[in-house]
């Protein structure tokens, strides 16, 4: 079954971290570009951060230097490190994986949802 399981999500303030994680099944994530996206009440979902088969990697720039997308193929997660938290920054969290090479240009609806998301909360 291909699945995946987003977690680490929670509620914090203004300028704190979290750690989210992906543990995706039934598909190998090397094999893929490797994404998470997000998705505030009200509006479209929108690309965080990619990661594609070599490890390269890009951002959004509303979270440059903030956040940091990385994985560990050994274990088949991937996983988003988010210092210096902002109250725009809450929305539902999804990894997504994609059958090509890693592009920002390519819309969100490209790419394949397996999980159910993780919620992050920031308060100022």
């Known amino acids: 079954q291909v699945q995946a399981v987003e977690s680490g999500g929670g509620s914090v303030q203004a300028g704190g971290s979290l750690r989210l994680s992906c543990a995706a099944s039934g598909y190998t994530i090397s094999n893929y570009c490797m994404g998470w996206f997000r998705q505030a009440p009200g509006k479209q979902r929108e690309g965080v951060a990619l990661i594609d088969r070599d490890g390269s990697s890009s951002y959004a720039d509303s979270v440059k230097g903030r956040f940091t997308i990385s994985k560990d193929n050994a274990i088949n997660t991937l996983y988003l490190q988010m210092n210096s938290l902002k109250p725009e920054d809450t929305a539902m969290y999804y990894c997504?994986?994609?059958?090509?090479?890693?592009?920002?240009?390519?819309?969100?609806?490209?790419?394949?949802?397996r999980g159910q998301g993780t919620q992050v909360t920031v308060s100022s």
């Open positions: 997504a994986n994609y059958g090509g090479r890693c592009s920002p240009q390519i819309a969100y609806y490209w790419y394949n949802f």
